[in-house]
């Protein structure tokens, strides 16, 4: 395949989980065609206070709530910033993985739209979105680099060389880091999405206030495993007496020792990824890559390795339209992917992304 000629504007549908992003990226005419896309215009919805009722998403909610946001979505990203629909050259969208109902709402929405307009259409591997998200911050990164991928449902350990070229080096045997955040959070009583209100209470308490353990730290191997922390959380709530007055120094004191358990983790794996691969630069992406805590001491770790660790914007950290626009624009960049006008769709909730 060959790499499409810039310049050419990707316009990007997520819909995935709870949140509707809509996005317009530009490749720009690179003396060399490699410049990393500019994000020209975005929209996002989150569904965040609707979820929030019942402690967690709800599938059926969420494809609801995508169909009535998209269409004004994509009317407020484009007219926003005083572009029309004959503006995209491209539709991409997110595939999977995913809420099925969720990524049918965006991929259908997608190919109608491609459909209407006479363009090319291209779905899109969330993760890679996440993955290639920092390309769109003011320090985009130069590959090969290690990836740390930490979302809701996913952590991994990537070395990736270009675009399409991701090595897996380890991932989760069981929950992931967001999920971790997350549970802690619930068991805690902080409510939906509990990392950021984990992270907001951690701030007030005592890191070393509760031994919790740091799976898989022995050896060389890079695969996490969070489940064992969520019971040892639990185990120690349940040693806590809600009515004394201490308890909500305790709350604070175990969300900290929570936060630092995770962060330990994750920080001493990607050091481990660095030495492995020999490489000296470092990408964190997903929504957990927002955590203040994690960015300060693998920034401290990395700058004393000689390692530049790169992250998202950190409003392009959780789900966004623009991580997807920029993997469609980045994809056909590289020649990776070829946009096509077979509107037929299909969406892959589960989907490897060394598959896609
Ligand atoms: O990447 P993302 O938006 O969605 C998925 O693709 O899964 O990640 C959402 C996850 C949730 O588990 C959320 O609690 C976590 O990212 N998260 C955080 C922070 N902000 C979002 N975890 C820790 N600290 C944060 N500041
Ligand atoms: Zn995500």
């Known amino acids: 395949m060959t790499p499409v000629c810039a310049p050419l504007r990707v316009l990007g549908i997520e819909s995935s989980c709870d949140e509707t992003g809509i996005a317009l990226v530009e490749l720009p005419e690179g003396a060399d065609g490699s410049a990393p896309p500019r994000l020209l215009a975005q929209a996002l919805h989150s569904q965040i206070d609707m979820h929030q009722a019942y402690g967690g998403v709800v599938p059926e909610l969420a494809s609801r709530d995508h169909i009535r946001r998209v269409v004004p979505l994509l009317r407020e990203t484009l007219s926003g910033a005083g572009f029309g629909l004959d503006v995209v050259d491209v539709v991409a969208y997110t595939r999977g993985p995913g809420l099925a109902g969720a990524l049918l709402v965006g991929t259908g929405m997608a190919c109608a739209l491609g459909m209407a307009l006479d363009r090319p259409v291209l779905g899109v591997h969330h993760l890679e979105g996440h993955l290639l998200s920092p390309f769109l911050s003011a320090d985009p990164p130069e590959f090969p680099f290690v990836a740390l991928l930490v979302s809701g449902g996913h952590t991994q350990l990537m070395r990736v060389d270009g675009v399409g070229q991701y090595t897996m080096l380890g991932e989760t045997i069981d929950d992931a880091a967001g999920e971790a955040f997350d549970k802690t959070a619930k068991m805690l009583g902080l409510g939906y999405p509990g990392g950021p209100a984990l992270a907001k209470l951690a701030a007030q308490g005592n890191e070393t206030a ?105 409003h392009l950290c959780t789900d966004n339209g623009a991580m997807i626009a920029l993997a469609g624009a980045m994809r056909l960049q590289s020649g990776r992917a070829q946009a096509s006008r077979d509107y037929a769709f299909d969406v892959r909730p589960r989907w490897d992304l060394a598959a896609a």
Not at 257 to 264: H, L
Not at 271 to 297: D, P, Y
Request: aromatic share 4%.
């Open 210 to 314: 509760f031994k919790l353990p740091r799976p898989l730290m022995r050896g060389d191997l890079l695969d996490f495993s969070f489940a064992g922390l969520k019971t040892a959380v639990w185990t120690q709530l349940n040693r806590l007496d809600p009515a004394v007055p201490e308890a909500a120094q305790a709350h604070a004191d175990l969300a900290a020792s929570t936060q630092a358990a995770i962060v330990d983790v994750l920080v001493a794996k990607s050091l481990l990824a660095l030495q492995q691969t020999g490489l000296k630069r470092m990408v964190v992406a997903g929504g957990v890559g927002a955590n203040q805590r994690l960015r300060s001491q693998l920034d401290a770790q990395c700058h004393r390795r000689g390692v530049r660790v790169h992250y998202p914007e950190l």
